[in-house]
């Protein structure tokens, strides 16, 4: 059984469909990559799937106890939202809190842990993203890449089940993506499941074992890396890979031969 | 001015210092805090979109904000005793002054939780917060300072209303000039002098109100 399910899930604005129907199942250690054109859905997949929208339908599965996607009560969501984290494309780390208290509030205030052990944890995980020295600063202090890595100690600090990662790198310039990127490597590498949303092509392929491309609120095609990457069964995987301008390192090819 | 108006006012001074710091001041922070306590759980109610209390705080914000305060003493001074409640001056004061206050700061309240950035909500909620966690950590602390400096105008606003607080037969700064210019007939000096000390408490505020935003600043 997988660890987490998606199974279902629709979503509209209004009148507009943006996720049609969804399914996407997890394993554990799984890295997957979610990719896809601007407005595809992928970020509203996340956001449904972390209860921060509402969707229409749906469910989630989390070590086999389902939620409802579209309805939950009150005790289950918070329930829910412990085991899991959230990385925010905007970082969203909390501007009255320091690195260290960012990554110890979910702990202390949220969980009700021990002051002592959640600092202990804390410290541990802002080591594991390079931050021990700039823990005593506040996110207005911190550049960018900075922020993000906090945001990636406080998602890892209660040790979720998955961390889901929303575009972790889109509002951040070329070098402080790689020094986001380089600690969602190391997550990966310590079997820390993950599903990003990302533009990052480079990335999905040197981490995800498996690549999701969504478009139009479907999924296009689902595959290993190296399927996907190297031969690609859909016409539009070629095409979206294509126009972001990845060179692959084999030649690409369909089932069919079509190119 | 001549020396006898010079005098009489140098005599007077005191008797205005008196009433404003046992009438004018308790009265401002007493109502002051009660208000900022109903505007809070005024802002909350709508922030946190409570079906029928929500309703019920719009309803109350529109009332209070759409009558005058002196029109509100009236009905609760001279117009209560009429259904049997009776209240002093001072307790008709607060009651009205408070619930003045948390009619207009639950906007400004309300206004600064909803400018806090909705980000800081969805990553409160996803470190596992439930909404009150939330909002009492992490959402309030960072709207106090953008509510700080409105709310600050509104506690030197109320230093000056509670001079209406004059006409339900409360012996605050204004009524003690009053008092004193009737015996005298100088009234342009006297209640000159009632502005002047009105002048020194809000300085006094206005002072606090910068080194209050200095310190939030610092805390970020």
Redesign the interface.
């Known amino acids: 059984m997988s660890m987490l399910e998606l199974s279902h899930v629709k979503k509209s604005f209004k009148e507009n469909p943006v996720i049609r129907d969804i399914s996407i199942s997890v394993e554990q250690g799984d890295v997957v990559a979610v990719l896809g054109p601007s407005g595809s859905g992928k970020t509203t997949l996340l956001r449904c799937a972390?209860?921060?929208s509402q969707a229409d339908g749906g469910t989630v599965t989390l070590d086999g106890e389902t939620f409802d996607l579209h309805r939950i009560s009150?005790r289950d969501v918070?329930r829910y939202?412990?085991k899991?984290?959230?990385v925010?494309q905007?970082f969203?780390?909390?501007?009255?809190?320091t690195a260290l208290q960012n990554v110890t509030?979910?702990l202390t205030?949220?969980?009700k842990m021990d002051k002592k052990e959640a600092e202990r944890i804390g410290l541990e995980a802002l080591e594991k993203v390079g931050l021990l020295d700039r823990k005593d600063y506040?996110p207005?202090k911190l550049s960018g890449g900075q922020q993000q890595r906090v945001?990636i100690a406080?998602?890892i600090a209660?040790n979720p089940r998955v961390i889901f990662f929303d575009e972790p790198t889109s509002a951040l310039d070329p070098e402080l993506t790689e020094e986001v990127l380089n600690v969602m490597k190391k997550l990966a590498e310590d079997g820390i499941t993950m599903i990003v949303v990302t533009h990052e092509i480079e990335f999905a392929r040197r981490v995800a074992n498996r690549v999701i491309l969504v478009e139009d609120g479907v999924i296009v095609e689902e595959n290993d890396a190296d399927t996907f990457f190297i031969h690609p069964r859909q016409k539009r995987t070629i095409d979206f890979l294509r126009r972001t301008k990845w060179k692959p390192e084999g030649e690409l090819l369909s089932d069919e031969g079509v190119i | 001015m001549t020396e006898r108006i010079f005098h009489e006012l140098v005599d007077a001074f005191p008797k205005l210092l008196l009433p404003a710091i046992k009438v004018t001041i308790p009265l401002t922070l007493l109502s002051f805090s009660i208000g900022l306590l109903i505007a809070l759980t005024t802002a909350l109610v709508q922030v946190a979109k409570i079906p029928v209390l929500r309703k019920a705080a719009r309803f109350y914000v529109w009332i209070i904000r759409c009558t005058p305060m002196i029109v509100q003493l009236f009905v609760v001074y001279f117009g209560l005793p009429s259904i049997g409640i009776r209240l002093a001056s001072f307790p008709a004061a607060v009651l009205v002054f408070s619930i003045s206050v948390g009619a207009y700061c639950s906007e400004t309240i309300r206004a600064a939780i909803e400018s806090v950035?909705s980000?800081?909500m969805?990553?409160?909620?996803?470190?596992?917060?439930?909404?009150s966690?939330a909002m009492f950590?992490?959402i309030i602390?960072?709207a106090c300072s953008t509510a700080f400096p409105p709310l600050s105008n509104s506690l030197i606003g109320l230093v000056k209303d509670t001079s209406l607080a004059y006409s339900v037969a409360l012996v605050e700064i204004l009524a003690s000039a009053q008092r004193i210019a009737a015996r005298t007939y100088d009234y342009f000096w006297l209640y000159l002098e009632a502005a002047v000390v009105y002048l020194i408490i809000c300085s006094f505020l206005t002072v606090l109100q910068r080194r209050g935003e200095k310190a939030l600043e610092a805390?970020?």
Not at chain 1, 92 to 97: A, Q, R
């Open positions: 972390g209860y921060l009150k918070v939202r412990r899991i984290g959230f925010f905007s969203n780390l909390f501007g009255n809190k509030a979910g205030i949220a969980r506040y207005s945001a406080r998602a209660p | 950035s980000g800081q969805d990553a409160a909620y996803c470190s596992g917060f439930t909404f966690q950590h992490i602390p960072q805390r970020r």
